[in-house]
């Protein structure tokens, strides 16, 4: 009987447990452990949800394409073009696209007109771990690609402004009188020159050397290796016409000779008929054959444009 009692007891402090741990479990401050269940639930959601694949089109991304150093795109491929990507929603919303670069490496491609397949896997793009290139769009672009080439152009001198009243650019000279050029070949074998920059020349009236003067390219595609020159202008008064008539006479023939000179107004008009001789020699078939003879201080500034025996 002692022994029922006890087991019935016991029975009783078990089930007195088990109720007691029930309501200290679901009854006991169920308010907080509601709420705390809200937030673990949350939190839960808001991580799984940031972990969840995510696609996303990006437009406009820079595309740049890489060539050898002996070959160049001629005409104007695509500088942008729209990725789609997937990945972690969280790194995804992280990307700034004006950051992106789509390359393409076209070192191993002969000149020629192609058309560039642009797929995930011959495309170098830096996106965060986690997050995948899927597509480009276009997914093909046509380039037209040709060989460098180098060689030697002549300068072509522009000025600006007007010299002084009554004076004239006789020459001008340029050091070195050609630059190399380099760039596709269809554009560098068209150039007929390269220009300077203009030249300031306003209210000259002597001879000067503009030193250092750059030289303007209006093709990108071409490149200048020699990129300065130094230009000399000679300057004098301006030039006139004068005909003279000059009379002759040797032992055998004598005459008149028409000439006509080219040269600074003041330089011809303070020649004399007298200062100019024409001589008679013979020439290496025992021909007469006429000479003009001129000042010594006139012979280089002055042109002779007819010489003719009456």
Same mark, same amino acid.
């Given at each position: 009987?002692?022994?029922?009692?006890?087991?019935?007891?016991?029975?009783?402090?078990?089930? /007195?447990?088990?109720?007691?741990?029930?309501?200290?479990? /679901?009854?006991?401050? !169920?308010?907080?452990?509601?709420?705390?269940? %809200?937030?673990? /639930?949350?939190? !839960?959601?808001?991580?799984?949800?940031?972990?969840?694949?995510?696609?996303?089109?990006?437009?406009?991304?820079?595309?740049?394409?890489?060539?050898?150093?002996?070959?160049?795109?001629?005409?104007? @491929?695509?500088?942008?073009?729209?990725? +789609?990507? =997937?990945?972690?929603?969280?790194?995804?919303?992280?990307?700034?696209?004006?950051?992106?670069?789509?390359?393409?490496?076209?070192?191993?491609?002969?000149?020629?007109?192609?058309?560039?397949? %642009?797929?995930?896997?011959?495309?170098?793009?830096?996106? @965060?771990?986690?997050?995948? %290139?899927?597509?480009?769009?276009?997914?093909?672009? @046509?380039?037209?690609?040709?060989?460098?080439?180098?060689?030697?152009?002549?300068?072509?001198?522009?000025?600006?402004?007007?010299?002084?009243?009554?004076?004239?650019?006789?020459?001008?000279?340029?050091?070195?009188?050609?630059?190399?050029?380099?760039?596709?070949?269809?554009? $560098?074998?068209?150039?007929?020159?390269?220009?300077?920059?203009?030249?300031?020349?306003?209210?000259?009236?002597?001879?000067? =050397?503009?030193?250092? +003067?750059?030289?303007?390219?209006?093709?990108?595609?071409?490149?200048?290796?020699?990129?300065?020159?130094?230009?000399?202008?000679?300057?004098?008064?301006?030039?006139?016409?004068?005909? /003279?008539?000059?009379?002759?006479?040797?032992?055998?023939?004598?005459?008149?000779?028409?000439?006509?000179?080219?040269?600074?107004?003041? $330089?011809?008009?303070?020649?004399?008929?007298?200062?100019?001789? $024409?001589?008679?020699?013979?020439?290496?078939?025992?021909?007469?054959?006429?000479?003009?003879? %001129?000042?010594?201080?006139?012979?280089?500034? $002055?042109?002779?444009?007819?010489?003719?025996?009456?």
């Amino acid at each position: 009987m002692l022994f029922e009692t006890k087991k019935l007891f016991q029975k009783d402090e078990r089930q /007195f447990f088990v109720r007691r741990l029930f309501q200290r479990i /679901f009854l006991d401050d !169920w308010l907080i452990k509601i709420v705390a269940l %809200l937030i673990t /639930f949350s939190l !839960w959601f808001g991580v799984t949800g940031l972990r969840a694949p995510k696609t996303v089109r990006l437009t406009n991304i820079a595309l740049t394409l890489r060539f050898s150093n002996e070959i160049e795109a001629v005409n104007s @491929p695509n500088q942008e073009v729209d990725i +789609v990507i =997937t990945g972690d929603n969280r790194k995804i919303s992280q990307i700034n696209k004006n950051d992106l670069i789509l390359s393409v490496d076209l070192t191993d491609v002969p000149a020629g007109e192609r058309t560039v397949q %642009l797929t995930p896997e011959n495309v170098n793009i830096e996106l @965060p771990t986690g997050v995948k %290139l899927e597509e480009i769009q276009p997914s093909k672009i @046509p380039v037209k690609l040709e060989r460098v080439e180098e060689r030697e152009v002549s300068v072509r001198v522009e000025t600006e402004g007007t010299l002084q009243e009554g004076y004239e650019i006789y020459d001008t000279s340029v050091l070195p009188p050609k630059v190399r050029v380099r760039g596709p070949e269809s554009y $560098v074998k068209s150039l007929d020159s390269i220009s300077t920059e203009k030249i300031n020349v306003e209210n000259r009236n002597q001879s000067f =050397t503009a030193q250092q +003067v750059e030289l303007n390219v209006v093709n990108p595609k071409v490149t200048l290796i020699d990129t300065v020159v130094d230009v000399s202008f000679k300057i004098g008064e301006k030039r006139v016409e004068r005909l /003279f008539r000059i009379p002759f006479q040797n032992e055998n023939k004598s005459g008149a000779a028409s000439v006509v000179l080219y040269g600074a107004r003041y $330089v011809l008009e303070n020649l004399k008929p007298e200062d100019v001789q $024409v001589e008679i020699v013979k020439s290496a078939t025992g021909e007469d054959s006429p000479r003009l003879i %001129l000042p010594p201080e006139i012979q280089n500034n $002055v042109e002779i444009r007819k010489f003719e025996i009456n």
